[in-house]
Every structure is written in structure tokens, then in C-alpha cells.
């Protein structure tokens, strides 16, 4: 899956729209984001690691990174 399937599916999930979204992120930072942006962050892959943690937060949701097996 992709961040950008990820956060759609958590959008969805919690009848949160991307306008919305973008409203909850430029309370939370200061800075603004549109609808426009994070869509745009999402098709091109280029959002951030703290936007993506930022947004998994105020959906409710906890980002982490969980080992599946030994790397060696």
C-alpha cells in the first residue's frame, strides 16, 4: 500500500474530507494547507514523514514501526 492509499482509506474510514483534513492541519501548524495541497502532496508522493505522522494524530491514529522479521 502507498501513504497516499493509506490516509485515503483512514479519510474514508472516518468521514473526514480532504477539505476538512487540510482545515484540521492549518489549526494544528499554523501554516496553511488547501484541499489543493494535500491532494497534491499525496498524488505526487511527496509529503512528509511529520505530515504524514501529523495527519495519522488528528484521525486518531499512532504511526509506527513494527518489525515483521529479522533483517539478517
Do not use: P
Amino acid at each position: 500500500m502507498s501513504v497516499r492509499t493509506d490516509i485515503k482509506t483512514l479519510l474514508a474510514e472516518n468521514d473526514v474530507s480532504i477539505t476538512k483534513l487540510a482545515e484540521m492541519v492549518s489549526e494544528k501548524t499554523g501554516k496553511h494547507y488547501s484541499q489543493s495541497n494535500i491532494s497534491q502532496k499525496l498524488m505526487r508522493n511527496t509529503l512528509k514523514y511529520e505530515e504524514a505522522k501529523l495527519i495519522g494524530e488528528l484521525l486518531g491514529y499512532e504511526l509506527k514501526f513494527i518489525r515483521i522479521k529479522s533483517y539478517m
